[in-house]
Each structure stands twice: as structure tokens, then as C-alpha cells.
């Protein structure tokens, strides 16, 4: 016969390995991942974005990571720094391409980007180019196939309600004056919770504060931004070079960005006579003879598609041109500016 010890001895064994054997049943609650990713592949060809953590603060840096997968008788180019929607990039390293596991060359590029904009903020399709290797190093590569993601979507999140201004702060509540007879313990519990609040309201101007010693500049205007990479153009002496396309085709871009961040019009996406053929229909879309800009944009495609060589007085002249068509259009949006958009003027004036 077992004694009652013996007994509760083995009982309480049989529990313990019964919650042991419970407890490594259970398993744990999958978590969403800190990244999003996309994918495009087409044949040997693949190219993958991955945008690292899907959640941030207001003007916390994220980290793009580019990835693509060629042979090895192929060259890449990655997107430009434009090419990130709402999302400021502030450094760019490019790694020497690499073998990959089997076969072929992998190319990757590193992008940290910050965005000033709360809510789920998008970057946009990310395309990469790819061509074949040059059999002569003096040769440019004829880049005529792409690899497109789809856009990543990014939760900014922001320690401002929708009624702050990071130009006019909100006022700190006073603390409340005590009244002449003596307070009851409801009034102290009020005076108590009055300085709590001030308390935390100050804790969190600290913290908006040293956030906003930390930000950049507001973003420039379209106008000082394209004449700032018409100067960097000017100054990389491609035309000296021989690069007379890439020239060309740097020239027509900066003036179809500036178009599309001044006057909200799609034109990096259009062929030159489809955006033609929009400003024909709606010619108050853009304040300038289109007749000039059509001249312009056309001698921009024979260098681009028909392989003609200009003269550096031409690819000189050409510039003039299109810092004409950004002053000239600058000043005309300055005038037609409506009264009623003054969070707008002040964004520009700040700039």
C-alpha cells in the first residue's frame, strides 16, 4: 500500500509536467513584419524594394534598400533621388555589383529617406533599368528594358494633433487661482491634476521642440530647384565629354519635373506629344507659348532617340531656354497665386 507522502509526491510531478507539457503547446501570436517589400521579375531579371520600418514618427529616418539580380553581361540603373514621392532622401550609397549564390551579378543601392507628412505615405513605383554591358568602355550602355514595383506604403505618425502648427504653438494652460475659503478635497484633487497636465504638456514642448531643432529646411520651391540642377548640369562639362546625350536627356527631365511640381501636371510620365497634346486642350494649365516649349522638348528627343549631335553653342543655347521657360513660369504662377492659399505663401517665404 502507497503512503499518503509517496502519493502527493507523485501527484504534484504529474501537475508540474502537465503544465510544462501545456505550456510548450501554446504558441505564440505571429507579428507583423518591420518592413515592406515588393517584387518584379521578368526572366533572369529581378528586382526587389524593401522599405524598413513600416512605421515611423514625423521626420524619423527609413531605409530603402534596392536589390536586382542580372547576368553577368548586364548593367543597371537605379532610380534617382526624385523618384521617392513625399519622401526627402538624404543619403544615397550604391554598392559595387557582386556574384550572386548560383550565378549572375547582384547589384544593390541604400537609400535613408525621412518624410515630413503624417498618415500612410506611399513611394511611389520604383523603376530600375537594366541593358547590356558595352563592349567598349567609352561606350553608354542603351538602357531600353525596366523592372517596376509596386509602391510601398509607409504609416508616419505624428505627435501633433490636427490642430497644431510647428510655426504657432498651441499656449500652456495657467494653473487655476484657489479660491478664498479653504479648499475641499475635491478642489485639491482638481489643483493635483491641473499641475499633472502642465507637468506633461511641458514634457511633451520639450520633446516637439528638440524634434523640430532636429528637421531640415522646408523643401525649396519648384523654381529654385530646378535652376539649382540646371547649374549642377552646366557644371558636369557633359557636352566636353562627348555625353551628349545624357545631356539632352537631363535637360528635358528637369524642366518635365519642375513642370510637374509647379503646375501639378504628369509630365515625367508622358511621351513629349502626349503632354503636348494635353496642354493643346487646356492651354491655361501652363502659362507659356506652347509653341517654344513644343521647339524645345522636340530638339530635346532628336538628341535623345535620333542620335544627333549638337554643338555646344546649341547645347548651350538649349539650356538658356529652359531657364527662361522657369523664370518666365515662376513669375507667372507668383502672379495668378490665389489670395486665399496662405498656408502656402508662408511655406514659400520660409523656403
Not at 523618384?83 to 554598392?95: K, L, P, Q, W
Not at 540642377?229 to 539632352?248: D, H, M, T, V
Not at 532628336?302 to 549638337?310: F, G, N, S
Request: with cysteine; hydrophobic share 45%.
Amino acid at each position: 500500500m502507497m503512503r499518503p507522502a509517496a502519493t502527493s509526491g507523485a501527484a504534484l510531478v504529474v501537475c508540474v509536467g502537465m503544465a510544462l507539457l501545456l505550456g510548450g503547446c501554446r504558441q505564440e501570436a505571429p507579428t507583423e513584419p518591420n518592413s515592406v517589400t515588393d517584387t518584379a521579375e521578368r526572366g533572369p531579371f529581378t528586382f526587389t524594394a524593401e522599405a524598413t520600418p513600416r512605421q515611423i514618427w514625423v521626420g524619423d529616418p527609413i531605409t530603402i534598400k534596392l536589390r536586382v539580380e542580372t547576368p553577368d553581361d548586364h548593367v543597371v540603373q537605379f532610380p534617382s533621388e526624385d523618384d521617392f514621392g513625399e519622401f526627402d532622401v538624404s543619403s544615397i550609397e550604391t554598392a559595387d555589383p557582386r556574384p550572386g549564390l548560383v550565378d549572375g551579378l547582384v547589384w544593390q543601392q541604400t537609400i535613408v529617406a525621412e518624410s515630413f507628412t503624417s498618415g500612410v505615405v506611399e513611394i511611389p513605383s520604383l523603376v530600375v533599368k537594366y541593358a547590356d554591358k558595352p563592349t567598349k568602355p567609352e561606350t553608354e550602355p542603351l538602357f531600353e528594358h525596366e523592372l517596376v514595383t509596386g509602391p510601398l506604403e509607409i504609416e508616419v505618425r505624428s505627435a501633433l494633433t490636427s490642430q497644431d502648427s510647428v510655426f504657432e504653438p498651441r499656449d500652456i494652460t495657467g494653473t487655476l487661482t484657489p479660491p478664498g475659503k479653504p479648499l475641499s478635497p475635491l478642489a485639491w484633487a482638481g489643483i493635483v491634476g491641473a499641475v499633472v497636465a502642465v507637468a506633461a504638456l511641458l514634457v511633451l514642448l520639450i520633446v516637439w521642440l528638440r524634434r523640430l531643432a532636429r528637421r531640415p529646411a522646408p523643401p525649396i520651391l519648384p523654381e529654385v530647384w530646378a535652376l539649382r540642377a540646371l547649374a549642377r548640369l552646366e557644371a558636369a562639362g557633359l557636352i566636353e565629354s562627348g555625353r551628349a546625350k545624357q545631356y539632352y536627356y537631363s535637360l528635358s527631365e528637369i524642366v518635365r519635373v519642375y513642370i510637374e511640381r509647379k503646375f501639378a501636371l504628369a509630365a515625367p510620365e508622358m511621351t513629349t506629344q502626349e503632354f503636348l497634346t494635353t496642354l493643346a486642350r487646356n492651354r491655361r494649365a501652363l502659362p507659356y507659348d506652347a509653341d517654344r516649349l513644343r521647339d524645345f522638348l522636340e530638339a530635346c528627343d532628336l538628341v535623345k532617340y535620333a542620335a544627333l549631335a549638337p554643338r555646344a553653342i546649341e547645347a548651350e543655347q538649349a539650356l538658356g531656354i529652359a531657364r527662361a521657360f522657369i523664370d518666365a513660369t515662376a513669375a507667372a504662377g507668383q502672379q495668378s497665386a490665389s489670395v486665399h492659399d496662405v498656408p502656402r505663401e508662408k511655406g514659400e517665404q520660409a523656403a
